[in-house]
């Protein structure tokens, strides 16, 4: 592509911002290269502020779509210019923008490190000139740390974020004051129930007891100060949850009616539905279970009305609850509604993330279109340049689409083999499992029946076949509960810093029987002083799974050995046996992440989920998890984890 000069590139972006949906974005990623491209240009100052423009209705319109992948992107280009320009204001902006994208798509960490630096910079800003702006920036991204510390279930330091921010608060002025005072309250008031959870006695009570306290004064300030029905229905809620775990009931049910009513004069839905399900539990915790319910099926049908998914889950789960007190099969349908809407939000290929802003252009849309008429009147010789120009980028754009129009053929094409697996699964698993307490029912009746007349042999015999049938449902159970431990969330817990090689020979331990039946030795090649940060439960599933097959797989009298390769941030951990191996035909199929049952060297019977477990549990956690292996030679599985920072 030429070079464009400013000039060009000014009346493109004017066409950009009068653009409308994906042509929009795909215009402004070529008027930024082309902004690029014009940097051997002197004096072109109009392009470099076009390219700023542009990367920020970049990050602005991803944002407002819930791209958060592409926010990272175009935040973190966007830093190395304003690094480059120390301008420390706008850089505060992105590190403040990259911590929501973080924080929306689950990387806490990184979303706590840049909050931090937001902070930071806002703190250098203020020492510079104050300026209440920077205060109030700090306070808001603290308040999103203490989120994420909460989420990540640190109530102390979801605590201490809290704290800090009531405590930078400083003199209460206007209503805007007052209400971000009770939010801090409020959020705080929340975390100490929380925390009350666990305790008993009088650190329980002294804990609810400033739960009661904060939440008072929280919804004093909400209703004083013309805060939004939707949070003062909030703060009743939390302060209805206290007076119930301060044992005082008729309060609490006095103040949940209040913010129902509340809500119901808003016609809110979603908080109609939440606070239906706390009314639920608050009688189900007191005994009353068929009036339970019927607060349950009320937030049953307001969630079904508004599509409130998570909502919907949690009102089936209380329901389930209240009614297997009186009616175990309408406990048991409620479950089995529980568990197909829980099967359905995670199969769901995307998620539409929540919107919390809304960027709108329509005044700068409306000046660059004066300015793109402005320029047409003064020459004509510009209109015909930007034709061309324009013609050249529609046919760029066409081609653009055709290849996505390919893509995406080729994505659905991955998602339903993807589906065709995990429906495969469950059937493999579901199969396999009954015919292996089949087999073992069979042995046990034919012992019982004709014990008396059984030789030593045959019943030797008999516990031999019991034992491997145990074994072999041991594996599946095994794996079968993994699968489902991933279903549910659970590989999400917080990472945790564990010395690598004692969490191998944990792990090699549960195995010694297999591994003595067989003459097989593990070689833990591991150095003692390794230590990681990472997922531990991810971490012992996978390995689980590896050393499962490796045993499986191995020769009579073989060795299998573990051993980890270090690289700058993370560790490579890799099992290695001297097996059968597996063919290309069979590698093939498991890089396509199918599943297909094999057999042992033993003749170990195996579902062939393991694998296929073992990767989506990586996949989640950020990993990798890579197969090498030759027919007849063995086989070397490696998954990474990350290397503590000592």
Same mark, same amino acid.
């Given at each position: 592509?030429?070079?464009?000069?400013?000039?060009?590139?000014?009346?493109?972006?004017?066409?950009?911002?009068?653009?409308?949906?994906?042509?929009?974005?795909?215009?402004?990623?070529?008027?930024?290269?082309?902004?690029?491209?014009?940097?051997?240009?002197?004096?072109?100052?109009?392009?470099?502020?076009?390219?700023?423009?542009?990367?920020?209705?970049?990050?602005?319109?991803?944002?407002?779509?819930?791209?958060?992948?592409?926010?990272?992107?175009?935040?973190?280009?966007?830093?190395?210019?304003?690094?480059?320009?120390?301008?420390?204001?706008?850089?505060?902006?992105?590190?403040?923008?990259?911590?929501?994208?973080?924080?929306?798509?689950?990387?806490?960490?990184?979303?706590?490190?840049?909050?931090?630096?937001?902070?930071?910079?806002?703190?250098?800003?203020?020492?510079?000139?104050?300026?209440?702006?920077?205060?109030?920036?700090?306070?808001?991204?603290?308040?999103?740390?203490?989120?994420?510390?909460?989420?990540? !279930?640190?109530?102390?330091? &979801? @605590?201490?974020?809290?704290? $800090?921010? +009531?405590? *930078?608060?400083? %003199?209460?002025?206007? /209503?805007?004051?007052?209400?971000?005072?009770?939010?801090?309250?409020?959020?705080?008031?929340?975390?100490?129930?929380?925390?009350?959870?666990?305790?008993?006695?009088?650190?329980?009570?002294?804990?609810?007891?400033?739960?009661?306290?904060?939440?008072?004064?929280?919804?004093?300030?909400?209703?004083?100060?013309?805060?939004?029905?939707?949070?003062?229905?909030?703060?009743?809620?939390?302060?209805?949850?206290?007076?119930?775990?301060?044992?005082?009931?008729?309060?609490?049910?006095?103040?949940?009616?209040?913010?129902?009513?509340?809500?119901?004069?808003?016609?809110?839905?979603?908080?109609?539905?939440?606070?239906?399900?706390?009314?639920?539990?608050?009688?189900?915790?007191? !005994?009353?279970?068929?009036? &339970? @319910?019927?607060?349950?099926? $009320?937030? +049953?049908? *307001?969630?079904? %009305?508004?599509?409130? /998914?998570?909502?919907?889950?949690?009102?089936?789960?209380?329901?389930?609850?209240?009614?297997?007190?009186?009616?175990?099969?309408?406990?048991?349908?409620?479950?089995?509604?529980?568990?197909?809407?829980?099967?359905?939000?995670?199969?769901?290929?995307?998620?539409?993330?929540?919107?919390?802003?809304?960027?709108?252009?329509?005044?700068?849309?409306?000046?660059?279109?004066?300015?793109?008429?402005?320029?047409?009147?003064?020459?004509?010789?510009?209109?015909?340049?930007?034709?061309?120009?324009?013609?050249?980028?529609?046919?760029?754009?066409?081609?653009?689409?055709?290849?996505?129009?390919?893509?995406?053929?080729?994505?659905?094409?991955?998602?339903?083999?993807?589906?065709?697996?995990?429906?495969?699964?469950?059937?493999?698993?579901?199969?396999?499992?009954?015919?292996?307490?089949?087999?073992?029912?069979?042995?046990?009746?034919?012992?019982?029946?004709?014990?008396?007349?059984?030789?030593?042999?045959?019943?030797?015999?008999?516990?031999?076949?019991?034992?491997?049938?145990?074994?072999?449902?041991?594996?599946?159970?095994?794996?079968?509960?993994?699968?489902?431990?991933?279903?549910?969330?659970?590989?999400?817990?917080?990472?945790?810093?564990?010395?690598?090689?004692?969490?191998?020979?944990?792990?090699?331990?549960?195995?010694?029987?297999?591994?003595?039946?067989?003459?097989?030795?593990?070689?833990?090649?591991?150095?003692?002083?390794?230590?990681?940060?990472?997922?531990?439960?991810?971490?012992?599933?996978?390995?689980?799974?590896?050393?499962?097959?490796?045993?499986?797989?191995?020769?009579?009298?073989?060795?299998?050995?573990?051993?980890?390769?270090?690289?700058?941030?993370?560790?490579?951990?890799?099992?290695?046996?001297?097996?059968?191996?597996?063919?290309?035909?069979?590698?093939?199929?498991?890089?396509?992440?199918?599943?297909?049952?094999?057999?042992?060297?033993?003749?170990?019977?195996?579902?062939?989920?393991?694998?296929?477990?073992?990767?989506?549990?990586?996949?989640?956690?950020?990993?990798?998890?890579?197969?090498?292996?030759?027919?007849?030679?063995?086989?070397?599985?490696?998954?990474?984890?990350?290397?503590?920072?000592?």
């Amino acid at each position: 592509m030429v070079a464009a000069n400013a000039h060009e590139i000014d009346s493109l972006y004017a066409v950009f911002l009068g653009s409308r949906g994906e042509n929009a974005v795909r215009l402004a990623n070529v008027i930024v290269t082309m902004a690029g491209d014009s940097a051997g240009f002197t004096n072109v100052t109009p392009s470099d502020v076009m390219n700023d423009k542009l990367l920020k209705s970049l990050i602005f319109w991803h944002f407002d779509r819930s791209e958060m992948v592409e926010v990272i992107s175009y935040s973190n280009k966007a830093l190395e210019q304003y690094s480059q320009k120390e301008d420390l204001f706008n850089m505060a902006g992105c590190y403040n923008t990259l911590g929501v994208a973080y924080q929306r798509t689950g990387q806490l960490e990184e979303a706590i490190d840049s909050y931090n630096r937001c902070n930071e910079l806002m703190m250098q800003l203020n020492e510079q000139e104050s300026n209440p702006f920077y205060e109030k920036n700090i306070r808001y991204t603290t308040n999103n740390m203490a989120a994420i510390y909460s989420s990540m !279930g640190e109530l102390d330091r &979801a @605590e201490e974020m809290n704290s $800090k921010c +009531i405590n *930078l608060m400083g %003199e209460l002025v206007d /209503d805007r004051d007052y209400q971000d005072m009770a939010t801090y309250l409020h959020n705080l008031s929340d975390i100490y129930l929380s925390q009350s959870e666990s305790m008993e006695g009088q650190r329980r009570k002294e804990k609810v007891e400033k739960a009661v306290a904060l939440s008072e004064q929280a919804l004093e300030y909400s209703l004083d100060h013309n805060d939004s029905p939707n949070k003062v229905a909030q703060r009743q809620m939390v302060l209805a949850r206290a007076y119930f775990a301060a044992g005082r009931e008729d309060e609490a049910y006095t103040m949940i009616e209040e913010a129902l009513h509340s809500a119901e004069t808003e016609e809110d839905l979603f908080v109609q539905a939440e606070i239906e399900t706390l009314f639920g539990h608050f009688l189900l915790v007191d !005994g009353q279970y068929r009036d &339970a @319910e019927n607060h349950f099926q $009320k937030a +049953i049908a *307001l969630s079904k %009305e508004g599509n409130y /998914d998570e909502c919907l889950l949690n009102a089936y789960k209380g329901a389930c609850d209240a009614s297997r007190h009186f009616d175990a099969n309408k406990a048991l349908a409620y479950y089995e509604m529980s568990s197909a809407l829980k099967d359905s939000i995670f199969n769901e290929s995307q998620q539409a993330l929540v919107r919390d802003y809304q960027v709108k252009y329509d005044l700068a849309e409306k000046e660059h279109q004066l300015e793109i008429q402005e320029k047409n009147n003064r020459t004509q010789a510009a209109e015909i340049i930007i034709l061309f120009i324009f013609a050249g980028l529609l046919i760029i754009i066409m081609v653009i689409l055709v290849r996505l129009i390919r893509v995406r053929k080729k994505q659905n094409k991955t998602l339903a083999r993807l589906n065709e697996t995990q429906n495969r699964i469950l059937s493999v698993a579901s199969h396999d499992v009954k015919n292996s307490v089949l087999a073992q029912n069979m042995v046990l009746k034919l012992a019982n029946e004709h014990f008396d007349s059984l030789s030593r042999e045959e019943l030797k015999e008999n516990m031999v076949a019991l034992k491997k049938g145990s074994d072999e449902l041991k594996d599946k159970l095994y794996t079968i509960l993994h699968w489902i431990y991933g279903e549910l969330g659970k590989e999400a817990n917080p990472p945790a810093m564990f010395n690598l090689l004692q969490t191998v020979e944990e792990g090699v331990r549960p195995h010694n029987e297999e591994l003595k039946v067989k003459g097989l030795v593990v070689i833990n090649d591991i150095a003692p002083s390794l230590q990681c940060y990472d997922k531990v439960n991810v971490f012992n599933i996978v390995f689980q799974n590896l050393l499962t097959n490796a045993i499986k797989f191995s020769k009579e009298g073989g060795e299998i050995t573990v051993r980890a390769v270090e690289e700058d941030k993370q560790v490579w951990v890799e099992v290695i046996d001297h097996g059968v191996g597996i063919s290309q035909q069979r590698l093939q199929e498991l890089m396509h992440e199918t599943v297909k049952p094999t057999e042992g060297t033993y003749g170990e019977r195996g579902t062939g989920i393991g694998l296929f477990v073992s990767r989506q549990l990586m996949v989640k956690n950020g990993g990798q998890l890579l197969i090498e292996s030759e027919e007849g030679q063995g086989t070397t599985i490696k998954f990474n984890v990350k290397k503590a920072r000592l």
